[in-house]
């Protein structure tokens, strides 16, 4: 079964704080990305990484892909009252056989991480 | 215009009725996806779809059912509601294993 770990699940700081956010599996990824979700509103892309070992910087938002391609995190740094909202890591795994052939790109949501900051 | 477009957005229906969603795209994508989000959590899989002969069972499509009439066209059955299946369900397309992007959901309360 490919299963996406997210940690922690819940996560409420101090405005000003800096915080990281785990996403973890058992198999290996073709590519990661990192979802942001707003109340009443479908997750949006913040990033895509592909190669072992990348980091993608995004203002004060640092995405790293690790070395196996078997996990990520996500660290923000001083954290804003803007920040908050529920973070979502997803996996696109090795290309997979149906019936119809070999095909890519079943995507898989870990299970969110809820962050709050606080003024 | 939003690319990805659900409805109906909120629904109420009784325990055992048939209720159908559905997802039509403007990107021109070839896949699409059907998740379920419940309260505090993140999205599970139900269907997804490659093409309209394509079509894949997620990690929890037991109780629904899938429909691609196009490749614009991605919807959703219950074939009997019953009230576990109260949650917000997202439709989302992408070309290859690109950005995802999403619906703004569809809310179905089953009582």
């Known amino acids: 079964t490919q299963l996406l770990e997210q940690s922690p699940q819940f996560l409420s700081i101090q405005e000003g704080e800096n915080l990281t956010v785990y996403c973890n599996s058992s198999s290996v990824f073709s590519s990661l990305q990192w979802y942001r979700q707003e109340p009443g509103e479908g997750p949006v892309l913040l990033v895509t990484?592909?190669?072992?070992?990348e980091v993608k910087k995004l203002k004060r938002l640092t995405f790293q892909f690790g070395d196996a391609r078997k996990d990520s995190s996500l660290h923000i740094t001083a954290a804003q009252p803007g920040d908050t909202g529920l973070y979502l890591c997803?996996?696109?795994?090795?290309?997979?056989?149906?019936?119809?052939?070999?095909?890519?790109?079943?995507?898989?949501f870990g299970q969110g991480t809820i962050l709050t900051v606080h003024p | 215009d939003a690319d990805v477009t659900q409805t109906p957005r909120n629904r109420i229906t009784k325990t055992g009725k048939r209720i159908m969603l559905e997802c039509s795209q403007t990107?021109?994508?070839?896949?699409m996806y059907w998740y379920r989000q419940d309260p505090g959590l993140g999205l599970r899989l139900i269907y997804y779809?490659?093409?309209?002969?394509?079509?894949n069972k997620g990690e929890i499509s037991d109780g629904y059912s899938v429909s691609r009439q196009a490749q614009a066209k991605f919807s959703l059955s219950l074939e009997s509601a019953i009230p576990n299946q109260t949650a917000l369900y997202f439709c989302a397309t992408r070309d290859g294993n690109t950005e995802a992007f999403f619906g703004q959901g569809t809310r179905l309360t089953v009582v």
């Open positions: 997803a996996g696109s795994y090795a290309p997979s056989t149906n019936a119809g052939g070999t095909s890519y790109g079943k995507l898989t």
């Open positions: 990107k021109g994508h070839d896949r």
């Open positions: 779809s490659f093409d309209v002969k394509d079509i």
């Open positions: 990484v592909v190669t072992g070992g």
